[in-house]
């Protein structure tokens, strides 16, 4: 494997809450002890409910939001603790892309100023003239015409908009792409043109890809591998291929389960199988393992001891110390 | 099946909705027909604007002001379409209710839980507090809210989404409604709690007889709880039929384009996804001809000139209508497990 573009050691993202004169300082625990390596090149999926940490890690990954303890490494250089300004050319290299694609872009600016402002942060060595080319090279590689450039994004619908989005993400060319939920706002159809367009995109330059979604089957066409967490903590790390056909842990068994697939005779009898219960309250996590108080497999033990990620073979690591007696009522998805 | 047989409870006949707007008229929906039988679920499928909601909101008088409506719709024998509010408020939350997409907005705030489903008990049945307080109890038990007892005095803010969906489906069913009409009831939701709420609704039906219209934009959701299937696009019917009709051997060209483009958990392909073409048309600059064309592989000069009508099946032909001019023949639609 070649230098991990990005590592995460032990990772972990608290946000302080409730602090008062006389109570006593409580933390809610996004991100709670993440090791990962990504290679160049690979997408990563990151799935789980809402509230499982998925969107705090990748920001976290991003400095968009600050971490609690841990370490983030870039090309093998651990970044946590540097300034603003020292991290500032390191973003020419990570770009991102939002769920809300009309909101994420500015109402008045046009189209091409759009695309053009990573341009203009990050490479201002280029000319006018430069800039411009490898704005409407980029929008024809989303598949926009080159005259939208002089157009506002309210002129477009939601799939153009996450089109705009991803030429202003890439157009500096990163190293690394973040995707949080991108084609969960969009109609079927057009989901399926920005998943096409992603995959051509990475062809073509490349790039490592992390991808946030609760979409699990949107994960399985366009993911390397997938991270699962639950309650901010990983519990299954797997290539996709495994993942989807041999799930180990309870948790990504019962995620699956739920996905709906479109064939009345399948989706009857996968409806029964569906996970109980609901998220425990973050700031109040069960003891020991936190995904216990849902499982049908707990005993006594799992109350105790949170079980740590440990491999299954192939890179195939679970976070469950019953993965071997469970392995067995394998559902398949 | 003995649901063809079942009495007809909601019956819409050739609805059309209309918007004045202050740049022209826009058609929403065209003669939109559909019968639910008791005991039956129907999913609405299409896109956005594909005129899914605006046709069961026009079913309930619930459309803005500059709509106009025609056609009609009986609820059993009562007609709801031009019924003042006064008439229609003896069928709405009574024997016809509606759940919506958003369980927060759709609560009121400063209300308990218990005082939202008590109100339209003591509205309409005329029970006295304790009677509706203890009903209120019963209905939460019964849609699976944990704790019920506790959350009858709760707000909605203390709820999670799962339970305020819950909490809206008790709503709905406080006065054992004959139609429920679920409008995106899950899309909010995370998968393992709409799994929960879809299967909830499918118990809901089979125990009480309910006639259900599940409004969606996905094709797997509908493959887990309905019957049949009616497929939208752009204001019109294209597509009716049984789901395994439907989804198992689509005839309708969009029909068939939308499953295909629809990446499933159970399909371990990693290449491009068939996606359709384009965008679904605006409303107010339809194409003539069928609304489709403009992104159908099929399409030729015919299909750009006249509108395909909806046609239902000829003699031993099942329960399938399909407006296309070419509809797809024998195709059975599957993917590798």
Known sequence: MNEPLLQLRDLRVWFPIGQGLFRAKRHLRAVDGIDLQVAPGEALGIVGESGCGKSTLARAILRLVRTSGGQVLWLGRPIEGWSTARVRPLRRDMQIVFQDPLASLDPRMTVGEIVAEPLRVHARELSRAERRERVIDMLGRVGLPADVVNRYPHEFSGGQCQRIGIARAMVLRPKLLVCDEPVSALDVSIQAQIVNLLQDLKRDFGMTILFVSHNLAVVRRLCDRVLVLYLGKPMELASTDLLYSQPRHPYTKGLLAAVPVPDPDLQPQRLGGALGGELPSPLAPPSGCVFRTRCAHAVAGCATTAPKLQSVGSGHEVACDLWREIKTSRETP | MSQSEAPIALDIDQLSVVFDTPDGSLSAVNDFSLAIRR?????????????????????????????????????????LIDRDVAELNRFRGVKLSMIFQDPMTSLTPHMTVGEQIAESIIHHLGSSAEAARARALALLEQVQVTDAPRRLDQYPHELSGGMRQR?????????DPEVLIADEPTTALDVTIQAQILSLLATLKRERGMAMAL??????VVAGIADRVAVMYAGRVVELGTVHEVLKAPKHPYTAALLASMPRIDDSGTGPLPAIGGQPPNPRRLPAGCAFGPRCAKADALCRTDRPPLVGPGPGEGTRSVACHHPLQGTHHSREM
């Open chain 2, 167 to 175: 909490v809206m489906i008790a709503i709905a069913l406080a006065c």
């Open chain 2, 39 to 79: 005991g039956e679920c129907v999913g609405v499928v299409g896109e956005s604007g594909a005129g899914k909601s605006q046709s069961f909101l026009a079913v309930m008088g619930l459309l803005a002001a500059n709509a106009r409506v025609s056609g009609q719709a009986r609820l059993g024998t009562e007609p």
């Open chain 2, 215 to 220: 409004i969606t934009h996905d094709l797997g």
